[in-house]
């Protein structure tokens, strides 16, 4: 890692010399430094909630219902009895709507269904909440951010809309049937709402949004990602959290996953399998986690940190230096190997092969990897990894591959498919489709990202966080994103920066400190041009007010703070204090 950090650093200091120059004459080549764009200016709502949305006409637009909520808690769900934030939310219109309502090739009902939240008290900004999985649903427009419900960008003062991305219904992935459906899941919601909702703001405050953000995390951070190919001109701040931006590649390396662990699977009786349907309780599936279950994952993270630990300086059961650890670390190598059966310190050869495959991102007899390869990292103990490796890669990616992420329609079940097929299926164009399903869920030319040159152009910024023990999307491909940007975009640390998660799982959750808001720092690099270099995050311990983490380790204060450090620089111990407090790290 040092000498990575030193070759950064010195082109740090190269393009800054450049640009310096260019301001004289020369070096034309280099992008100037981007403008700074001017902070937003509060307002304040101005009439009634039912007057405003009665004044407000859009192209294909139906409000539904407009109601002034009062200032305090509001539920985090649409939930019956779901929990209520743990701050107050400000006093602000709900405006629930739907847009586009039309008929699918496939005779069913589609529209895009969104709600806005607009406080009373405007802080002048547009938050864009982007959700996750298979979208289908309208969660509330808080614009929650990282980790337990602490804050969000509502309860900041930015007006937010959320939406379901064009159908009904979380978790079916059936409206893949449709085309425009499809493209609506993909990009085209994002890009029909944006305007809508700040025709809205306009006739709310009097005036437009001086600044607007787009920000989610999973499929929301991929929404973001691809918002920033597509609509450039539209965002001045993206917040990408755990990006799928390779979704239906991950989502094949997660079915194709499903067979190797079965494979390693002793055969259980359905009837009396511990694993269930993670959105249908009472159905059973097949205890694919037998073959690396909670202890071998426990035996595995026990050698990573054995390893890799103290590579930051700190003995913390956080793994800081993520990259050093990749090349530290090799689980057949390192993890002692069974010579009877089990022990609870060692694992078979089979085991350990397998794990290294699926580390590696899954393979076709082509040769060719699905996704990108996963970082060792302690995250790999934590329930949220079993779930995406055991439950949602048999429950959930098989019918989104069959119905989306799979060119035409198909079906794909876990643990028998044509995995080449698939792949080449990702990148070929369906039957009634205008896009691949790669180009449909991507953000455009991702490979080479010069896109981004648009961003900094306008002086926008991109913020990305990426838990490190993420089972579904890699921390790694997010990485390998920004080393893009960087080969493409001059001094491309002015308009991206990235934040590992050591141990946090998809996210959120993990033998982390996932608890940070990202908004906050994003804001000021756009708008004071103050360009983060950390974030502190806390862990949830006991009587945490966004809800405990019930995997943190014994040992760990349950308050400790650590900094997220802007990629490549790593959190490194000072070498003296309490290794519970941030303010005794420093990122290296
Ligand atoms: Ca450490």
New binding site residues.
């Given amino acids: 890692m040092k000498t990575t950090l030193a070759t950064f650093s010195a082109g740090v200091a190269s393009v800054a010399l450049f640009s310096a120059c260019s301001h004289l004459g020369g070096h034309q080549d280099v992008a100037p430094a981007a403008a700074l764009l001017s902070a937003a200016k509060p307002a304040v709502m101005s009439g009634s909630c039912v007057d405003i949305t009665a004044k407000f006409k859009y192209d294909k637009l139906r409000i539904t219902s407009s109601v002034p909520v009062a200032a305090g808690a509001v539920a985090m769900s649409g939930a019956p009895n779901a929990p209520k934030t743990a701050y107050d939310a400000p006093a602000h219109c709900l405006v629930k709507g739907v847009m586009d309502e039309r008929k699918g090739t496939d005779g069913k009902d589609y529209a895009i269904g969104f709600e806005m939240r607009l406080p009373t008290q405007w802080n002048g900004r547009f938050y864009h909440q982007v959700n996750g999985g298979l979208d289908g649903v309208v969660q509330p427009a808080l614009g929650a951010l990282g980790g337990g419900p602490l804050t969000g960008a509502l309860h900041q003062g930015f007006a937010v809309i959320s939406s379901d991305a064009g159908h009904n219904g979380s978790q079916n992935p059936s409206f893949g049937a449709d085309p425009e459906a499809r493209q609506n899941y993909g990009y085209g919601a994002v890009g029909k709402l944006t305007p809508m909702a700040k025709g809205l703001i306009a006739v709310a405050y009097g005036k437009a949004p001086d600044r607007s953000y787009i920000g989610g995390c999973s499929n929301g951070g991929r929404h973001t990602m691809v918002a920033a190919s597509r609509y450039a001109d539209q965002y001045d701040g993206y917040l990408v959290g755990a990006p799928g931006y390779r979704l239906p590649q991950a989502a094949l390396a997660q079915v194709w996953g499903s067979a190797q662990w079965k494979d390693l699977s002793p055969e259980t009786p359905l009837a009396s399998s511990s694993l269930t349907h993670p959105f249908a309780p009472n159905v059973k599936l097949p205890d694919i986690s037998l073959g690396f279950n909670a202890q071998d994952r426990q035996i595995v993270a026990d050698a990573i940190l054995f390893k890799c ?12 230096d993520v990259a050093a650890c990749q090349k530290a670390f090799d689980v057949v190598r390192d993890v002692a190997t069974c010579t009877a059966g089990r022990d609870g310190k060692c694992l078979s050869n089979l085991q350990k092969n397998t794990v290294a495959q699926v580390f590696a991102g899954g393979k076709g007899a082509d040769g060719k990897h699905f996704y990108a390869n996963f970082p060792f990292d302690a995250g790999i103990s934590a329930a949220n990894w079993a779930a995406w490796k055991y439950q949602n890669s048999q429950a959930l990616d098989p019918g989104a591959l069959s119905y989306i992420f799979a060119g035409d329609l198909r079906t794909v079940k876990a643990f028998d498919s044509n995995y080449d097929e698939l792949h080449a299926a990702i990148y070929s164009k369906p039957n009634g489709f205008a896009l691949s399903s790669d180009e449909t869920m991507s953000p455009t030319g991702y490979d080479k990202p010069s896109y981004m040159n648009a961003i900094q152009k306008r002086g926008a910024k991109m913020l990305t966080y990426h838990g490190v023990s993420d089972a579904v999307f890699s921390e790694l491909d997010t990485r390998a994103w920004v080393n893009r940007v960087a080969s493409n975009v001059p001094n491309s640390a002015s308009v991206v920066r990235h934040f590992s998660v050591p141990g946090m799982n998809h996210c959120s959750a993990g033998p982390a400190a996932d608890q940070f808001d990202a908004l906050t720092p994003l804001v000021k690099w756009v708008e004071q041009g103050v360009a983060p270099e950390s974030i502190i995050a806390s862990v949830r311990g006991a009587g945490h007010p966004g809800g405990v983490n019930a995997e943190l380790p014994k040992e760990w204060s349950p308050t400790r703070t650590r900094p997220l450090c802007a990629y490549p620089k790593v959190a490194t ?1 000072k070498g003296n204090g309490s290794i519970e407090e941030a303010a005794n790290f420093s990122c290296q």
């Fill in positions: 630990d103290a590579l930051d300086g700190a003995k913390d059961g956080l793994v800081q111990y």
